[in-house]
């Protein structure tokens, strides 16, 4: 029987606390800087593993990182819980049901911005000379592989830049959501397909046919009675126990790992699992923002970041970098799935000045293509050259997804949201104790206003409530729609001093409630009322003195008095 040595423990510790300690302090300077924090975690890797500290310190990189095989599992242990579980966690950011509610135009972009990469890909790949090989004899899987990898999209990192850009809760976010949410699915079941296949010794197509119909069938099992099962246990716990106990987020980690022993068992990886349980998990409406952040944190904050460190601390990068080999990884990645994704939006109704953010959205590789790499190379299907430059092109572009967004965004017009303001559309205090009473009576207000039926204003209103919460942190919550009948923009400001429930990521309760009315036809004015209006809400001041206000007239000056800040 082997035991773990107090040395073993004494070092695992010790590790642990240089490597989570030094991903935290320069994921602090990234998040400064408005980037994403695996770029810091695999710097982390790079510096304290044998590319640089290794190379500098080799005895004294030996003491803290040891090649006794023991030592080296137990963080390998830890970075793999945390990639599985941050598949997870990617599960559930997907909104299956409302993506299918807009499957029109969110399944044309993702359709094309999937194959068309994956085919792209596959021809340039192809061609690649036979020294990038590791089994010349398996160029075809290889090349499939390569492939997969390029069409699938980094969701995370699209919702971490749209965030940042205050634009998650806009109709153009949504729709890219829903879009990259297809997107990830086809392209997790492609590459666990294509996983499977390379596992044989050759190709059989009727083992082809079976990992195929496997891997459908359990997706397409757990997208219905699998969904149904997760609703409603997520729903006794919450009504049963109230959720104190954490139950909800111990059920959703339960569901992960035994829809991944069951995805491992029939032979398809069980990253798959992982990210399906997610899927089905995040479908709840029993399962609150809060408890999705929970989780988030947990995975964000502990496990994720070892993982891609550890990556740095098998790999050196010097040794292994081709320059020729990064560009072309970079370039045809990115260029394929910004193609893939443009061509789809073309089939669309989007509007023209929308179309170019949405293609942008959609050609981040980040971690997904991090993940699927180290597998790859752990399958021995791809050399560490090769494995180096999928890392470069996917920190590329993550790192330019941002500020290139940014640019793309329309600026045609700037809206300034206190102009939209008046005493006649504020609500110094809602009587209403519940969102969805509280939107009604924010839609009453503005049938007042524009003298539209009520109805015609509440059902879009509700309905775009109920496919993606408008809440956002620090208790502001934005409902939204475009309307047909309108003919200029309006806000219905309300104010809750005791606040109200509405299911907001830092479940917080929320006390201001911006109603958002734009004409249908106009997509433009909408991004821009939406991103002024969450960043004038990030004043701190701004909030506190808007809470002991008690009427419309001094609410009305204080939006003007700060416009400045605007």
């Not at 083992?207 to 099992?221: D, Q, V, Y």
Request: net charge positive; charged share 15%.
């Amino acid at each position: 029987m082997n035991f773990l040595s107090e040395n073993h423990i004494f070092l695992f510790l010790i590790q642990f606390f240089i490597l989570l300690g030094a991903a935290k302090l320069l994921g602090l300077v990234f998040g400064k800087l408005k980037q994403p924090t695996v770029t810091a975690d695999i710097l982390v890797g790079i510096t304290l593993g044998p590319t640089i500290f290794g190379r500098l310190f080799p005895e004294i990189s030996a003491v803290i990182f040891p090649k006794d095989i023991i030592q080296q599992n137990m963080i390998e242990t830890v970075a793999w819980i945390g990639i599985l579980f941050l598949l997870m966690e990617t599960g559930l950011q997907v909104n299956f049901g409302s993506m299918w509610k807009q499957k029109g135009d969110a399944f044309k972009i993702a359709l094309f911005g999937t194959i068309t990469p994956f085919i792209f890909s596959a021809v340039l790949i192809f061609f690649l000379p036979a020294h990038y090989l590791v089994q010349p004899d398996k160029k075809f899987i290889f090349t499939l592989f390569i492939a997969s990898i390029m069409a699938i999209s980094a969701m995370p990192i699209a919702i971490r830049a749209l965030h940042d850009l205050n634009l998650l809760k806009t109709d153009m976010g949504f729709l890219i959501l829903s879009a990259l949410s297809i997107n990830d699915i086809i392209g997790w079941l492609t590459f666990t397909i294509v996983l499977g296949i390379f596992g044989q010794n050759q190709i059989d197509f009727l083992n082809i046919f079976l990992i195929f119909s496997t891997a459908i069938l359990f997706t397409a099992f757990c997208l219905t009675l699998g969904r149904k099962f997760s609703s409603y246990s997520l729903g006794f716990i919450k009504k049963k126990f109230n959720d104190q106990s954490g139950l909800q987020v111990t059920f959703i980690i339960l569901l992960g790992l035994i829809c991944g022993a069951i995805t491992t068992k029939i032979g398809i990886q069980a990253l798959l699992g992982f990210f399906i349980a997610g899927i089905i998990a995040g479908e709840s409406r029993d399962l609150s923002e809060k408890d999705r952040n929970v989780v988030n944190k947990m995975v964000y904050s502990i496990f994720v970041p070892i993982f891609f460190i550890n990556i740095g601390l098998k790999v050196d990068f010097l040794k292994s970098f081709d320059l020729f080999l990064a560009l072309f990884i970079t370039f045809v990645g990115v260029g394929v799935r910004f193609i893939g994704a443009w061509i789809g939006v073309h089939f669309t109704k989007v509007p023209t000045a929308n179309r170019l953010p949405i293609s942008i959205a959609h050609t981040a590789g980040g971690e997904m293509h991090i993940v699927i790499g180290m597998i790859a190379l752990q399958y021995g299907l791809i050399s560490e050259t090769l494995f180096v430059s999928i890392v470069c092109g996917a920190l590329v572009s993550t790192i330019i997804i941002g500020p290139w967004l940014s640019l793309a965004i329309p600026r045609k017009r700037w809206i300034r949201p206190y102009s939209l303001l008046s005493e006649k559309s504020t609500i110094s205090e809602l009587s209403s104790k519940n969102k969805r009473f509280a939107i009604a009576e924010l839609c009453l207000k503005a049938s007042e206003i524009t003298h539209l039926k009520y109805d015609e204003i509440f059902n879009p209103v509700i309905k775009r409530e109920e496919a993606l919460s408008s809440a956002l942190e620090k208790g502001i919550a934005i409902p939204h729609a475009r309307l047909k009948k309108l003919k200029k923009p309006l806000i219905i400001f309300g104010k809750s001093s005791r606040g109200i429930e509405w299911n907001s990521p830092d479940g917080m309760l929320s006390h201001f409630m911006f109603l958002i009315l734009t004409p249908a036809d106009d997509q433009d004015i909408q991004l821009q009322i939406l991103a002024s209006m969450a960043q004038k809400m990030t004043n701190t001041k701004l909030r506190e003195n808007l809470l002991k206000l008690n009427n419309a007239r001094d609410i009305i000056s204080l939006w003007k008095s700060s416009r400045e800040s605007v």
